[in-house]
């Protein structure tokens, strides 16, 4: 019994000792006198975009140990204590201590935004998906939408992490309603024109995957190709890169003397495609599915499994987009055979 009782006190004291930890990280609210200016500024920039609308980042930097998040974490005290504020804006708080990975990270935020009934099971393809969807979810089917304010601490150790695509996307977010014809208007142009508001409107309508389809070079763009090709006649089966590097091979020798047939320039291509998240490394049961197809090579990124993550369509309109393209290349995207 004595043993049963000290697991069970063993037990316990672990949680409230975690809990303090926690707590200890994400709410240590330190008032800080000496620091009023700074207070006052991020005080005002958080009102603002709770009563305008104003859609901004705030970057606080000092040595460690200084009081950047006691300053963040008192404002955010004192504010929540005003109803109007509460009423009116949703607060989502990260670490870089504890939200180690971005599957993690969007979790939480699901959780803080309350909005697990609104995921459900859905999947997406990458991290900013994810968010996107939880953002725009949020902001439908109401005119007057809540604010939504980040807090990032220990922002550097989300920086130092591969792809950094949940900070690009939150700092996408963040500068997304700057509806941006205003930074257009100057001494000399006193005056908004209707075509403003059109190219504005156009740039904000375009397709980023697009946009960033078409700065891939002639081998990248090949080799999304190769995975097209492959995931049409293997019904939207995963891939690697030797299977993919077969493909890109098989046409080359076909069709072309001037495209790249280097092992590793190939290799490293292949890597950038899924730096920029339009192929993603298979996970968990996904992973496990398809491990016979690579017994004794998992330590090798050639034979790890992938999925494309951008459409035919996509792929499609980039390459008609696609500057001097040549034309056995643009000829090979459209036809339906490796």
């Known amino acids: 019994m004595s043993g049963q009782r000290k697991t069970k006190n063993d037990g316990r004291n672990f949680h409230i000792a975690r809990n303090f930890i926690k707590q200890k990280i994400l709410h240590s609210y330190v008032p800080h006198e000496y620091y009023e200016a700074a207070h006052k500024q991020v005080a005002d920039l958080f009102k603002r975009t709770v009563e305008t609308g104003d859609s901004d980042s705030l970057l606080l930097v000092g040595p460690r140990g200084s009081g950047k998040s006691n300053l963040v974490h008192t404002v955010i005290k004192e504010l929540l ?10 607060m989502v708080e990260l670490n870089g201590f504890i939200h180690s990975d971005e ?11 309350h909005a697990e009934s609104l995921v459900g099971n859905r999947e997406f393809r990458s991290a900013a998906d994810n968010l996107s969807f939880l953002l725009e979810s949020l902001k439908s089917g109401n005119k007057r939408s809540k604010s939504v304010i980040f807090v990032i601490d220990e922002f550097d150790l989300f920086c130092n992490r591969e792809n950094q695509s949940l900070i690009y996307s939150l700092f996408d977010v963040a500068q997304a309603a700057h509806f ?13 024109q209707v075509s403003d508001f059109v190219e504005i409107y156009e740039k904000n309508m375009e397709d980023s995957k697009m946009n960033m389809l078409n700065g891939l070079s ?12 492959f995931t049409e006649i293997y019904n939207g089966e995963p891939f690697n890169f030797e299977l993919i590097l ?9 069709n072309s003397s001037i ?13 950038h495609l899924k730096v920029m998240e339009f192929i993603k490394l298979l996970e968990g049961e996904d992973e496990e599915e398809y491990n016979e197809l690579s017994i004794g090579r998992q330590k090798q990124d050639e034979f790890k499994m992938y999925r494309l ?16 393209l040549p034309t056995e290349v643009s000829q090979w995207a459209y036809s339906s055979l490796q």
């Open 180 to 192: 941006q014809v205003i930074s257009r208007l100057s001494v000399e142009k006193p005056m908004l």
């Open 309 to 324: 993550m951008i459409t035919d369509d996509q792929i499609d309109a980039a390459v008609r987009a696609y500057p001097n």
């Open 81 to 90: 204590e005003e109803p109007s504020f509460t009423g009116a804006a949703l």
């Open 246 to 254: 077969r493909s890109y091979l098989r046409f080359v020798r076909q």
């Open 259 to 271: 495209l790249v047939t280097q092992r590793s320039v190939i290799l490293k291509a292949f890597q």
């Open 103 to 113: 599957r993690l990270s969007l979790k939480d935020i699901t959780r803080q935004l």
């Open 218 to 229: 002639v081998l990248e763009l090949c080799l999304v190709i190769a995975m097209k090709h």
